[in-house]
Each structure stands twice: as C-alpha cells, then as structure tokens.
C-alpha cells in the first residue's frame, strides 16, 4: 500500500518534495508580487520627488540663460523683464495646450 508510511521507503522524501513545493508555490504568489508591488511604489516615489525638484530648477535655468542671452541685444534691465514676460508666454502656452489634452473631443 503506497500510502501507508510504515510500507512506503520513499514516503518522506515524497512529503518533503510536496511540501517544499507548496510551500514555494506559495512564497512565489505572496512575496515575490508584493515585492514588486513596494518596488514600484518605492521607485515611483523616487520619481515623483526628483521631478518636483528638477522641473523648477529647469525653469530656473532657462530663464536665467535666456536672460543672458538677451543681455548680448539689451541692457540688463530690459533683458529681465523681456526674458520673464518670454518665459511665462512659453509656460501659458504649454499650459493651455495640456488643458486642451485634457479633454477628448468625444467627451466635450
């Protein structure tokens, strides 16, 4: 009788394969999808934090270039108020574009 213990030389390590196999078919469903779970909220964190400073150092950087290219044409104080008024044009312009985006024309 195969399934008694006391008969079955290889009872044990059948026991053992099985559970071993259970028991990793398990970890593999819980742990291995929960792990990339956290990655991705970990990395997407990351991601978000490194935008929120990047962006505003960008804009810092081209206004502040394209000041100074404007200070090659005019003297410094036109070259501020020019490359604000330039800059915040640009930003308005992307700005109503995504709005634009936003909405399908199914929708509207």
Do not use: C, Q
């Amino acid at each position: 009788m195969p399934g008694n213990p006391f008969t079955d030389p290889n009872w044990a390590p059948d026991l053992a394969d099985t559970v071993e196999r259970v028991v990793g078919k398990v970890r593999t469903v819980a742990t291995d999808n929960a792990v990339k779970a956290s990655r991705g909220v970990v990395f997407g964190v990351l991601a978000l934090i490194a935008t929120l400073v990047a962006v505003p150092l960008l804009v810092i950087l081209l206004l502040g270039t394209f000041r100074e290219l404007l200070g090659f044409f005019v003297n410094h104080g036109r070259a501020v108020w020019i490359s604000y008024i330039a800059l915040g044009a640009l930003l308005m312009i992307a700005g109503f574009f995504a709005l634009k985006l936003r909405h399908s024309k199914e929708t509207a």
